[in-house]
Structures are given as C-alpha cells and as structure tokens.
T-cell receptor, first 110, second 114 residues
C-alpha cells in the first residue's frame, strides 16, 4: 500500500520558468509533509516542510502548498535554475516515521 | 560538525551471503533510521533506533535487522542476500524522535548482489 505517491517520474522545464512537483497521499493522519532533494551519489537533503494545519509555506524560491481535502501537496520552484536539477522526494510524517514517495526527476534546461 | 557517515560506500556480495552496513550519526543525535532506495520505489522505511532500542519497523522480512550502540552508531544486517536486495541503503539521523525536518541523511551504501 503506497501511502505517498508521486505520479510523475520526471519533469522537464526551461530555466526561469516555474517547476511544479506533485504528491498525493492517502492517510489523513500524517502530521506534516516534507520535500527532499537528492543529487546522484548523495543522500537526500531537506528542502522545505509544511504542517498539516497549514496550507502554504514559502522559503525563497520554494513554496509548498497543501490541499488537505484533496490529500495533495505540491512544490513550486520559481524561477527554476539548472542547479535545481535533481530527484525530488515528498515525504509524509506521522510520529517519527517518514513515508516517502517514489521521487520525481526534475531537469531544468538552460 | 561532521555529517552522517555511512560505510562502506559500495559493496558487492553474492546471493546467500550476509552483509553489515554501518552508520555513524551526527554527534549528539540519538535517533537513527534506515531506508532502502530502489528505482521506482522511492525510499522505503526499514527501521528506526533510538537509545539502543528499535522503535519502529517497516515492512521488510526478518532477514533485515539492525542494532544501535550506546554511542548511537547503528548497524544494519541483511542475511541470506537476494538479488532484489540490490539497492542504495540510506541512514538518517536526528536529534530526537518525531523531528522529520531535522533528519539528516548520509550518502548511502550502494549494495549490489550478484
């Protein structure tokens, strides 16, 4: 049972445009949600989080939106930069356990 | 301060063998979690250790086990290796439990089973 799903395995955008990465979940008991970014041969690094009681959190070029009724969250990156090219994982937290999605490979073309 | 250190970085084993992976958390961090990453499956939670006790366990067979030492270092063991165990194994450390935003990942151990 995949409780957190990222349905797009890859996304390609032009430098300077908006990147929108999506994530769906099934368990309404998650406490908060995270986005991690992963480069090849490195471990994931934390990017941004959002509590389940919020619907938006912004940090510089990164904004995460949470739609609880749809059990959907998205990560917006504006403007996208070539250095943003990486695999992005969304994760849902309940207690001390993180449940990750499958990841989306973002490629930002110069 | 030093980050999360996983050793070895790469490992090749044959089917039926057993393997032990090591994780040294960030100094002062007491919680260590292990994840398996395979293509198309994302990161699958294996288990979490806190104060030398397994606190949480994912849906993996009993061939996967682990432990944590008094200095918070953790080891993960996989016995009777199968080809499907080939994956990147990631360790994450955090200061305490329930702080997902403060989970720091190591670079992982790439295990190949042949």
């Amino acid at each position: 049972d995949q409780q957190v799903k990222q349905n797009s395995p890859s996304l390609s955008v032009q430098e300077g445009r908006i990147s929108i990465l999506n994530c769906d979940y099934t368990n309404s008991m998650f406490d908060y949600f995270l986005w991690y970014k992963k480069y090849p041969a490195e471990g994931p690094t934390f990017l941004i989080s959002i509590s389940s009681i919020k619907d938006k959190n912004e940090d510089g070029r990164f904004t995460v939106f949470l739609n609880k009724s749809a059990k959907h969250l998205s990560l917006h990156i504006v403007p996208s930069q070539p250095g943003d090219s990486a695999v992005y994982f969304c994760a849902a937290v309940r207690g001390s356990r993180l449940t990750f999605g499958e990841g989306t490979q973002l490629t930002v073309n110069p | 301060k030093a980050g999360v250190t996983q050793t070895p970085r790469y490992l090749i084993k044959t089917r039926g063998q057993q393997v032990t992976l090591s994780c040294s958390p960030i100094s002062g961090h007491r919680s260590v979690s292990w994840y398996q990453q395979t293509p198309g499956q994302g990161l699958q939670f294996l288990f979490e250790y806190f104060s030398e006790t397994q606190r949480n366990k994912g849906n993996f067979p009993g061939r996967f086990s682990g432990r944590q030492f008094s200095n918070s270092r953790s080891e993960m063991n996989v016995s009777t290796l199968e080809l499907g165990d080939s994956a990147l194994y990631l360790c994450a450390s955090s200061l305490n439990r329930g702080h997902g935003t403060e989970a720091f990942f190591g670079q992982g151990t790439r295990l190949t089973v042949v």
